[in-house]
């Protein structure tokens, strides 16, 4: 489901409130935002009773992590799209994240840039791991 300017609805899912004002303001820009929970097993509820197009998680939340939110939503819903924005460039994280059954891993450093936004756009509709997640992992 779209907005009425074809847009898709995102629900965004980050624990850490200036970044969350952050992304919403990114994620307006492509998407229609529809809400915003604060802890990893909101999601789980939100996917359902709002029905995103997208949702876009942090990893790292308190009650339940990013992963594990995704793990579930995934296994209730098989065409949920989930999209992982992430201060952790560890290629565990994103392959761990890819299993869950999440289409992108997005760094927050990027998120910024012009670049991340396109990221959740594309990992919105193809799975996508820009290359900066691949490369570079935090010891």
Do not use: Q, W
């Amino acid at each position: 489901m779209t907005d009425a300017m074809g847009r898709p609805r995102v629900l965004l899912a980050e624990d850490h409130a200036p970044t969350a004002k952050l992304m919403r303001a990114l994620l307006r820009a492509e998407f229609d935002f529809i809400g915003c929970v604060e802890d990893g097993a909101a999601p789980v509820e939100a996917v359902t009773r709002l029905s995103p197009d997208v949702t876009v998680s942090d990893i790292a939340m308190p009650h339940l992590d990013g992963i594990a939110a995704a793990r579930i939503i995934v296994a209730s819903d098989a065409n949920a799209r989930i999209v992982l924005v992430t201060v952790h460039a560890d290629l565990m994280l994103v392959e761990a994240g890819l299993a869950a059954g999440v289409l992108g891993y997005v760094l927050k450093d990027t998120a910024g840039s012009g670049t991340g936004p396109s990221d959740i756009t594309v990992a919105g509709h193809h799975r996508a791991v820009p290359k900066s997640a691949l490369s570079r992992r935090i010891s």
